[in-house]
């Protein structure tokens, strides 16, 4: 059995919150990361917490030949305990080709590949959905 394996939604905390809003877990393809902090916590745990643009493409086309999307958000997704971490490439606009949650041993891993900007990994103890906020784009 290899080391990783999708991971289980129930192991992030408030996950409910975004499948209740989009009826299933996205793939954040074509999402935008808007803003990434870093903390760190005098437990010794640190944390990072993106903010991510997310919506619905539906197969529906518009009269400019997009398709159409709807559903639109932004979620806080957190990750805390820290183990390792790489981050390259955030700059104005960091666009989401796919958002892969894993777990690896004990802890969850978050491995974002982009078509523009941030390309990040990160392995941590424990993720949470802190919020998210219906916006009309």
């Given at each position: 059995m290899s080391e990783t394996e999708s991971v289980n939604l129930n192991r992030i905390?408030?996950?409910?919150?975004?499948?209740?809003?989009?009826?299933?877990?996205?793939?954040?393809?074509?999402?935008?990361?808007?803003?990434?902090?870093?903390?760190?916590?005098?437990?010794?745990?640190?944390?990072?917490?993106?903010?991510?643009?997310?919506?619905?493409?539906t197969s529906e086309i518009d009269e400019k030949g997009y398709y159409k999307l709807t559903k639109h958000?932004?979620?806080?997704?957190?990750?805390?305990?820290?183990?390792?971490?790489?981050f390259d490439y955030f700059s104005h606009q960091n666009v989401i080709f796919e958002l892969i949650l894993e777990e690896e041993k004990s802890s969850i891993k978050c491995t974002i590949n982009s078509s523009v900007g941030l390309d990040a990994v990160v392995v941590a103890e424990e993720a949470y959905v802190l919020s998210l906020t219906p916006t009309k784009r």
């Open positions: 905390v408030n996950s409910e919150i975004v499948l209740q809003h989009f009826g299933y877990w996205p793939e954040f393809h074509d999402a935008e990361i808007t803003k990434a902090t870093f903390e760190a916590h005098s437990t010794g745990r640190s944390s990072v917490t993106f903010l991510i643009d997310a919506f619905e493409i958000c932004k979620i806080e997704l957190q990750f805390i305990g820290i183990k390792e971490m790489e």
